[in-house]
């Protein structure tokens, strides 16, 4: 019996230490994520600085370097796709409620039938006529007016994003300037555990880097595709589809679905014959179902092969506290903890959960 309540107890104890884990992260999320998108981000870039290193390049100087390198690559590709994008975005009320005007034609057949059923149904129970269905078919708001409010809620306000942008850039700088001096206070915390902490540490760097890279190097692909797929198909600006499915690309199951929507939107709005407009999310669908079926696969490896469901439910966690960040996050964040777990003992159990 004191076994049990022992169980009991610790079985407790670690339920109320997650949630208020949960809440601390959620309520502080302002602060963790610049944080966590920093260490991503050092993580990926900091074999590049080691490069530079080799070459004999002061390391606060490679890490300027590779800074300015990313960011005038981003500044470049942005300045390309600005004019699209605008466009886009300027008609995007009016390719909204297009796509609207069509779905209620859409919807028409499915509500004479449904009316029908509601007369049969009255006439059998005595109730009189059914329900007009004009009127049980009520205005959707503009969806103008609830673009702002959307885009408030899943980026903030202008200034919050800049102010997030440089701290991350910073916090970024810094620790790819600082070289390998967090490893080393690492390995002088746990002395005795010194190889397994380098071990753990080279094990997660060179997991999440390679996933990174792997990533955009698949994203990069999709994106060719799904452009050129879209110039065959006549849907309008075919390169900015294809930057927003590499972006998009990057959270996954949410990228491809919020992708699914804006392709769904944008036939409708564009083409007449619904056969034509289903054909931009038909053709996305089956690209990004052969790229994780076939493609993913064989670049990822068997190391970096992780539980789907695992996956799914860490993006769906990472999501619901931090936004768009959590769920880009959680990838990385689910694969760093898969490597602990094959490396602590006490958490063996986590790290054969979440293997592929």
């Known amino acids: 019996m004191p076994v049990a309540l022992e169980k009991a107890r610790t079985i407790g104890i670690v339920l109320l230490a997650t949630i208020v884990g949960a809440g601390a992260l959620y309520l502080a999320r302002s602060f963790f994520v610049p944080i966590m998108l920093s ?9 590049v600085v080691r490069w530079f290193e080799s070459v004999r390049v002061p390391t606060p100087v490679g890490a300027l370097l590779v800074l300015v390198i990313v960011l005038g690559v981003l500044v470049a590709g942005g300045a390309a796709l ?3 994008a605008r466009e886009w975005v300027a008609e995007a009320p009016r390719h909204v409620k297009d796509a609207e005007a069509r779905l209620r034609l859409l919807r028409k057949p499915v509500q004479q039938i449904t009316q029908a059923a509601e007369r049969m149904e009255g006439a059998v129970s005595g109730g009189g006529g059914g329900k007009g269905g004009e009127q049980s078919a009520p205005g959707t708001p503009s969806s103008s007016s609830e673009a702002p409010k959307a885009m408030a809620t899943a980026f903030g306000t202008t200034a ?4 997030a942008l440089v701290e991350v850039l910073l916090l970024t700088f810094l620790l790819l300037a600082s070289g390998d001096l967090f490893l080393q206070k690492l390995l002088h915390v746990f002395p005795g555990e010194r190889s397994a902490a380098l ?3 080279r094990d997660v760097e060179d997991a999440v880097s390679r996933y990174m890279i792997a ?3 698949i994203n990069l692909g999709q994106g060719l595709v799904v452009a050129i797929a879209m110039a065959v198909i006549g849907l309008p600006s075919p390169p900015l589809w294809g930057v927003l499915t590499f972006f998009c690309e990057f959270v996954p199951y949410l990228g491809a679905a919020l992708m699914l929507f804006l392709l769904s939107v944008a036939g409708l709005a564009t083409f007449q014959g619904i056969g034509h407009a289903a054909l931009a999310p038909l053709a996305y669908l ?5 790229q994780n079926n076939l493609v993913s696969p064989l670049a990822y490896g068997r190391h970096l092969r992780l539980n789907p469901v695992a996956v799914l439910v860490g993006v769906m966690f990472w999501w619901f506290l931090w936004g768009i960040p959590g769920a880009f996050l959680a990838v990385p964040l689910v694969a760093t903890a898969k490597i602990l777990g094959d490396h602590v003992r006490g958490l063996s159990a986590m790290g054969e959960f979440l293997a592929g």
């Not at 260490?39 to 074999?47: E, N, Q, S």
């Not at 089956?286 to 052969?290: A, E, N, Q």
């Open 39 to 47: 260490i991503l981000f050092a993580v990926l870039l900091r074999p």
């Open 82 to 84: 600005a004019t699209p």
């Open 160 to 163: 919050a994003l800049v102010g």
């Open 199 to 201: 071990k753990v540490t």
């Open 215 to 217: 990533n955009a190097v």
């Open 286 to 290: 089956l690209i990004t179902t052969l």
